[in-house]
């Protein structure tokens, strides 16, 4: 079974990232959740980075506010895919400090990029990741796509009445 590491450079990104673990488990997908801090523990970062995939998971979501350093750094030294959640930190004025860090990385070293406090939209696309290579996955996000649609119509024949 595929798992999906969700990795935070704080604990005040919590309230943010658990969107993705929430979404994760709607998909039935199993996640390890910790702290990783690019700049606090950078040996931590290093051990986790590069032995990820020998401990059975498939995609990094890895979540930073402020520098935002992270998720750059994890995929410099992983051969996994990492999606990046810029976090809207306490120390940053709007947020694009955390949105540029993530998504301006050179060549080589790919971080998809989701939209600031975007963990929700990590989380379905490491499912949609997962999905590619594994039917009941691809199949639970089927159906939760046909749900979203469902709900867009029952709305718009709301507007109706």
């Given amino acids: 079974m595929s798992k999906v590491a969700i990795i935070m450079g ?10 993705a673990i929430d979404i994760l488990k709607q998909f039935n997908i199993e996640t390890e ?16 980075s590069k032995n990820a995939h020998d401990r059975g998971i498939s995609v990094i979501i890895a979540g930073a506010g402020g520098a935002a350093h992270l998720p750059g750094m994890v995929a410099s030294m992983s051969p996994l895919p990492v999606i990046g ?12 400090d955390s949105v540029l860090s993530i998504l ?9 990029t989701v939209a600031l406090n975007g963990a929700k939209n990590a989380g379905i696309l490491a499912a949609q990741i997962i999905g590619s290579h594994d039917k009941k996955v691809l199949d639970t996000i089927i159906a939760y796509k046909e749900e979203l649609k469902a709900a867009v119509n029952k709305a718009a024949e709301g507007l109706k009445k």
């Fill in 10 to 19: 704080s604990i005040s990104d919590m309230p943010v990232m658990q969107d």
């Fill in 33 to 48: 959740v910790d702290i990783v801090s690019a700049h606090r523990t950078p040996e931590k970062l290093f051990d986790f």
């Fill in 85 to 96: 959640v810029p976090v809207k930190s306490s120390n940053s004025i709007d947020g694009w």
């Fill in 104 to 112: 301006q990385m050179p060549g080589g070293v790919p971080v998809a």
